[in-house]
């Protein structure tokens, strides 16, 4: 099994990402970010697992997905 998380704010306004097989562990809020660098200041984490074959796929989809920049 595959897991990770994935910080909503790095994914480009108008993106779509189709997570069929994947599994929301937990969604997060925190203050965290540096608004001095760029970055908002509340991020939302989402940690995720998928099936080992499904990462490829989604590993490609979400490259496609990510802000071109700041995209973290």
Known sequence: MASGALIGESVR???TLDPSHM???KI???DCGDESCGQPRTWTFIEFE???DDAPAWADQLAGALQRELGW
């Open 13 to 15: 306004v108008g993106a």
């Open 23 to 25: 599994n929301v562990l």
């Open 28 to 30: 997060a809020r925190a």
């Open 50 to 52: 998928l099936p080992d």
